[in-house]
């Protein structure tokens, strides 16, 4: 027993002197970086004061403070940013649904303001702005070299006041002009129809009002269909949506899943992470879902699309998401400003994270571009002649009324299929697919 304790004790007396031996160089070594880090706060101080002194003109001391503090935080990602009071204000204003603008979801990349998504019924979005065109121009001044704010500030403007941007856009030979008039924005988070017998459900951003709108629309959308055995299943439209709220896109994901992990949040430290799990209830009751994406579908967007891909509660297609894998916490600083900081990543149920690499649909649909179509010669333009066009053709005597009605009213809806594919080739799959999914229903007549 005696030598048991010695050890133990030779053990720790040990520990100790090793400890003693190390902790020398680690002390030192913090030191010096604290030595380090004065010396440049020190450094800033002298620059500073040689501006206010020396600089050609008279310079604003709290502009030029405002642009430090918003430099250091550009300079870690394009998401971290300082915002001053007016910013901060209309930020707020703008996640309860109503601001003034382009409607134009923006982001940084390569010096240049990189369009994340039209916003649905706004300006920017009437004008045929696309997702991913770069603007290089607001009415004839570059905004290369400017930050997003700066570049943001440049298109802002009086309500009503009309503005140029020049975009270049990946398939156009050449950089253009597009005329754009400022408007009041007015968000619709979730627009719903029905097509055909699915449900559609438009989620054009994550603000305060998106699940209530998801949720009362839906419910809507089912009784006017005569209750959810008369749907065949819900098609959750993504595209083009820059994202929003994290609180939001957990809401409306919990909304079609029974349990589970919806998504998760990883930041520096272990601590600061966290999870978020669905709780029982499916407003949809089991009907399949498809969910569709493209290039202008980013964050909270991608954690729905993940997190009911990764749980096979919907099938995803269109074209792969944005990749904003990133989540940003806003705080609260003296005289009324804000700092938008990363503090996290997030984890789709599955672990994986979307950062840079985006939502991969399960089908890729692209959607083809609008041609505009040349004036049909007199051949093509001839509508087509059927037996029942000719002189003295027999009727069709084998058909009730009934029968022959139902007929056309399957004709008139293939019609209007059809020409949807023409208006929204996406949307028409995914109808398809939960038409296909309805005929396999084991409920299925």
Known sequence: MKKFVMAALGGTLASVIVTTQIAGPLVAQENAQKSSVYEQLDLFGDIFERIRAQYVEEVDEGDLIEAAINGMLTSLDPHSSYLPPDDAEAMQVQTRGEFGGLGIEVT???????????????????????AGDFITHVDGESVLGLTLDEAVDMMRGVVGSEIIITVVR?????????????????????????????????VTTFNDQTFPNLRDGLAKQIEEAGGIDKINGVIVDLRNNP???????IRVSDAFLEKGEIVS????NIQDGDRFNAQPGDLAQGKPIVVLINGGSASASEIVAGALQDHRRAIVIGTKSFGKGSVQTVMPLRGDGAMRLTTARYYTPSGRSIQALGVSPDIIVEQPRRVVEEDEDEDTARPTRTEADLRGSLNNDSLSEDEIRQIEEDRARAEEAAQLRDDDYQLAYAIDILKGLSALSPSAD
């Open 108 to 130: 940084q990349e390569e010096g240049f303001v990189k369009v994340v998504s039209p916003i649905d019924g706004t300006p920017a979005d009437a004008a045929g702005i696309e």
């Open 243 to 249: 994202g929003g709220l994290l609180s939001q896109a």
């Open 170 to 202: 990946e398939d156009a030979p050449e950089p253009f002009d597009v005329s754009i008039v400022r408007d009041i924005i007015k968000l619709t988070a979730v627009r719903t129809r029905t097509e055909a017998e699915s449900v559609v459900l438009r």
């Open 265 to 268: 949040t990883r930041g520096r």
